[in-house]
């Protein structure tokens, strides 16, 4: 693969997301997939919750038995994580969605929703988290299982991203960020349907949420988050683990002006 087709990349700009097959090797796949469940298994007495709690949100309570397991900062766990965050398919694709090859990468983090408890997350953009001047911030999520409605899977609203950002519902009651949902009701969103290892990349502006896990099929996923090195934040933001590699290009702007952007955790 080198870059999207010209129909993947109108998808993308009339739909600000487009699913992608078969990015990576099988043998990486196997391998992330593999250390994945390691890595779970080894935190598994650590605190992982990962579910948002919100009267205006969805119905979960902080004493829900619904929950979601997440792990930060894959890149520090195992090298194995890096086949994805380095595979050059991925990096074609994004180069053709964010314009630039300048990518920078921002975070990464991995969930697990359980089988028949796996909380669902409400419909939300990721701009709210860490917004940037131009926009240029784009998600990258890898299936580590199938998903559907049933087991947990990503919800979206086609064309959302061109909306803009969205009332912060969330930030009225703490750090959940939302958006209203009776106006982006999950009923009405459209459900992605994924095969392992298929990677949907979509704009962080992008109004999205997934189901609850109602099935007995878990859902494994992970994700990285990405920026333009050509983009600045906006205010003061927290400093995450390896966020400003360069995976791809270069970046004039980071020694000039870090210190006034970001604060360390």
Do not use: C
């Not at 921002?106 to 909380?119: I, L, M, R, V, W």
């Not at 939300?124 to 926009?135: E, R, V």
């Not at 009405?188 to 979509?202: N, Q, S």
């Amino acid at each position: 693969m080198v870059g999207l087709t010209q129909e993947q990349k109108q998808f993308y700009e009339e739909n600000g997301y487009v699913l992608l097959e078969n990015l990576l090797p099988e043998n990486d796949l196997s391998n992330i997939y593999e250390q994945y469940n390691d890595l779970f298994k080894r935190k598994n007495q650590e605190k992982m919750e990962s579910s948002w709690v919100g009267s205006d949100a969805n119905d979960r309570q902080s004493d829900s038995t619904y929950t979601v397991k997440g792990i930060h900062n894959l890149q520090y766990h195992s090298a194995i994580f890096n086949r994805f965050i380095f595979n050059k398919n991925l990096l074609d694709a994004l180069e053709d969605i964010m314009g630039t090859n300048n990518i920078m990468l921002h975070h990464t983090k991995a969930h697990f929703k359980p089988p028949e408890k796996g909380a669902a997350y409400p419909m939300h953009q990721d701009y709210h988290y860490f917004p940037y001047k131009n926009n240029s911030m784009v998600a990258a999520f890898l299936h580590l299982d199938a998903a559907n409605p049933e087991n947990g899977g990503l919800f979206v609203y086609p064309g959302s991203h061109k909306l803009g950002p969205q009332e912060d519902i969330g930030a009225k009651e703490g750090n959940f960020h939302y958006v209203n949902q009776k106006l982006f009701p999950i009923e009405k969103a459209t459900p992605i349907v994924a095969k392992k290892g298929d990677v949907v990349i979509f704009s962080y502006l992008l109004v999205h949420g997934s189901s609850a896990n109602t099935s007995q099929r878990p859902r494994r996923m992970l994700l990285m988050q990405l920026a333009s090195a050509d983009d600045e934040p906006i205010g003061l933001q927290l400093m995450r683990p390896g966020q400003g590699w360069m995976l791809r290009g270069i970046n004039i702007n980071r020694d000039a002006s870090i210190s006034k952007r970001f604060e360390q955790p």
